[in-house]
């Protein structure tokens, strides 16, 4: 089955400490992304990533970071500058850069809920 | 102002009406766009999307209207089922053709009423 998954489901986090959130896709995607949902809100981008060894701040960027060594993984670091990290973390995935194509849905992972304790 | 915080705006309709469900886009330069579903605890689901050359496409139950004079999205849902219920948001691409981001709506929260 082609998709796109995120590890792990829950995720607790004591406070100070860095965690890694998993992404991966088997779509063949170029572009990637990372967001933050807080409950009752839309999403917000964090991170993305249009090809292989390059990516870019979103709206949110401070206290995360992003590594994009292979196509098929865009893993995201919750850092202890990130004050308020307990959120809803999204990654997705589109068809994007080397394609040609001009408009692409993203596809979206089953997320990790990340809190603080 | 006021803080929209935890309460999504919700739409609450009986099982078989149709529900309409809007979204105001902010960019004027957007020229394509997409309705997502988000069950709880789930991360979002491709419904449909439409672009900016377009004022109407159907897919199978749902509808996308686009209203570029007034810069207004909306989903239109026929015979609403109780699986309908979640909470769905539009996105638009806010840089046009090249540009792979997309910027979220709110959300809006469907209650369907068995």
């Known amino acids: 089955d082609g998709g796109i998954t995120q590890s792990p489901k829950y995720l607790f986090r004591k406070e100070g400490q860095n965690v890694t959130l998993s992404c991966e896709q088997n779509?063949?995607?170029?572009?990637m992304y990372w967001y933050r949902q807080d409950p009752g809100q839309g999403l917000r981008l964090i991170y993305y990533?249009?090809?292989?060894?390059?990516?870019q701040k979103g709206d949110i960027a401070e206290g995360y970071s992003v590594s994009r060594e292979k196509k098929e993984s865009f893993p995201l670091t919750v850092t202890s500058a990130q004050k308020n990290p307990t959120a809803f973390y999204l990654c997705?995935?589109?068809?994007?850069?080397?394609?040609?194509?001009?408009?692409?849905?993203?596809?979206f992972g089953p997320g990790t809920r990340l809190t603080v304790l | 102002g006021e803080s929209v915080g935890l309460h999504l705006p919700t739409l609450s309709v009986q099982e078989g009406d149709n529900s309409i469900i809007n979204c105001a886009y902010s960019?004027?330069?957007?020229?394509?766009f997409i309705w997502y579903k988000q069950e709880s605890g789930k991360g979002p689901q491709f419904i449909i999307d439409?672009?900016?050359?377009?004022d109407k496409r159907q897919g199978q139950r749902v509808t996308v209207l686009l209203n570029k004079t007034v810069k207004h999205l909306s989903l239109q849902i026929a015979a609403t089922q109780p699986g309908d219920s979640a909470v769905y948001f539009c996105?638009?691409?806010?840089?046009?053709?090249?540009?792979?981001?997309?910027?979220f709506g709110k959300g809006t929260k469907l209650s369907v009423i068995p």
């Open positions: 439409i672009r900016s050359n377009m």
């Open positions: 996105a638009e691409n806010p840089s046009g053709a090249g540009s792979y981001q997309l910027t």
């Open positions: 779509l063949n995607h170029d572009a």
């Open positions: 990533s249009q090809i292989v060894n390059d990516f």
């Open positions: 997705a995935s589109s068809i994007g850069g080397t394609s040609g194509a001009s408009y692409n849905e993203q596809f």
């Open positions: 960019n004027s330069a957007s020229d394509y």
